[in-house]
């Protein structure tokens, strides 16, 4: 069975910082292209950032110079490091492993910017 756990989403104030993990299971984590998606209140789903197998990395130019996507295959884990945080970055961030034409997810965690 494929999971995703999520953890690091809080309550932080503009300007702060913070880093989003995500454990995935070792049968598809180093197969996988791993993201990190998030869905504001009335809002679709939108893409954050991914990262391949071989570490090459994709952002939206929203986040672009603020939010760093990693990966550790030792750990199974990619984490989003978010610096420079804005009230517009507030949403609910899921982990997301893509392997071939299947899309796994994890449950999400909440990320609230506010003062």
């Known amino acids: 069975q494929v999971q995703l756990v999520e953890s690091g989403g809080d309550l932080v104030q503009p300007g702060g910082s913070l880093r989003l993990s995500c454990a995935a299971s070792a049968t ?25 197998s071989g570490g090459s990395t994709n952002y939206v130019d929203s986040v672009k110079g603020r939010f760093t996507i990693s990966r550790v295959s030792t750990k199974n884990t990619v984490y989003l490091q978010m610096n420079s945080l804005k ?14 034409l299947a899309y796994f ?9 506010s003062s």
Do not use: H
Request: aromatic share 12%; hydrophobic share 35%; with cysteine.
């Open 28 to 52: 598809i984590f180093s197969r996988s292209q791993m993201g990190w998606y998030r869905q504001a209140p009335g809002k679709e789903r939108e893409l954050v950032a991914t990262i391949t």
């Open 87 to 100: 009230p517009e970055d507030t949403a609910v961030y899921y982990c997301n492993a893509k392997l071939g």
């Open 105 to 113: 997810w994890g449950q999400g965690t909440q990320v609230t910017v």
